[in-house]
């Protein structure tokens, strides 16, 4: 990871970072969970409390959320396990408890949004959420509307075929339709557009494949599981085609993963200055990944450790 103390010490002559905080309003706003919020009173430090002395950006995004004392921060409701909406109205998954674990670490509560994919990585948010902590991949055009914190964890990309289909190789969906969700990296890599900051080696996209959109990468799930037409590859990272198998998604892995993703949360570059913000979410992340929280959930929800990059990354 990199470390943080050496970024701050670099963009403040004075001490320490003040709080850190995620928020914003969102762009289409789901019911969020009046238990979603999260407390300062916990057991590990806020930042806020650890900082005191410190004096955030003025009208800086860390000093928007700590003045609004509720971080804002945009999920997808359809992306277990990673994240998604419950029946009564609240959220889980690994990224909401990511970012609960944040914001009540920034001594805020937290508010979920739910705009689409395609709108928050094209970043101009226009304040309406702070942050996004939804397993975004850090890639090279998403790095010039957006700012990322360090990596929280890491996905493999993995190919699968429809049963119908017979596929069994990467190159048998040569020429054929592949399902991903739009504007995610997995759309770029069948493309042959994809300039993720990737961990490792990325694989040649099958001659000739097409992509079929759908709003996200659940909806291809959805769609398989339902006969619909929607192509004989599916691709996701391995974590959702392994919980659509597992929920009885007609399809079977194709070949090792494609390439591997660095994910993070990001901010809107045009939206208040997001320096010290960044800076602060970025020390949580690497304290959680040093105390074993994020390793934690990832347990829970993966049943693996994801936390760390993979060997050669």
């Not at 003045?67 to 909401?96: C, R």
């Not at 739910?114 to 101009?124: F, L, Q």
Request: hydrophobic fraction near 40%.
């Amino acid at each position: 990871m990199i470390s943080v103390q050496r970024r701050l010490a670099g963009l403040f002559a004075v001490a320490a970072l003040v709080a850190t905080a995620c928020g914003g309003a969102g762009a289409s706003t789901a019911p969020t969970a009046a238990p979603t919020t999260a407390s300062a009173a916990t057991s590990a430090p806020s930042v806020a409390a650890s900082a005191a002395a410190a004096t955030p950006i003025t009208g800086g995004l860390l000093d928007k959320v700590l003045k609004a004392g509720v971080l804002v921060v945009s999920t997808d409701p359809d992306y277990a396990p990673q994240s998604f909406l419950q029946p009564d109205g609240t959220f889980v998954g690994f990224d909401i408890d990511v970012a609960k674990e944040i914001a009540k670490r920034l001594g805020v509560q937290v508010k979920f949004v739910t705009p689409g994919w395609d709108v928050i990585t094209a970043g101009s948010w226009a304040g309406r959420w702070d942050v996004s902590v939804g397993s975004m991949t850090i890639t090279v055009p998403r790095q010039q509307v957006l700012d990322f914190t360090d990596p929280y964890y890491y996905t493999p990309a993995q190919m699968a075929a429809t049963k119908k289909s017979g596929i069994t190789t990467l190159a048998g969906l040569a020429g054929k339709v592949i399902c991903v969700g739009k504007a995610t990296t997995y759309d770029d890599w069948v493309q042959g557009k994809l300039q993720s900051v990737s961990l490792g080696p990325v694989a040649t996209p099958p001659t000739g494949a097409t992509v079929k959109e759908l709003a996200t990468d659940q909806n291809c799930a959805e769609a398989i599981t339902a006969g619909q037409n929607v192509g004989d590859g599916f691709l996701s990272s391995d974590t959702v085609i392994e919980s659509a198998i597992q929920n009885g998604t007609p399809i079977v892995t194709v070949g090792t993963p494609v390439f591997t993703e660095q994910l993070a949360a990001s901010v809107d570059k045009s939206g208040p200055d997001p320096t010290d913000f960044v800076a602060a979410v970025s020390k949580i992340i690497d304290d959680m990944h040093a105390d074993g929280t994020l390793k934690a959930f990832s347990m829970t929800w993966f049943k693996a450790d994801l936390t760390t990059p993979p060997s050669g990354g």
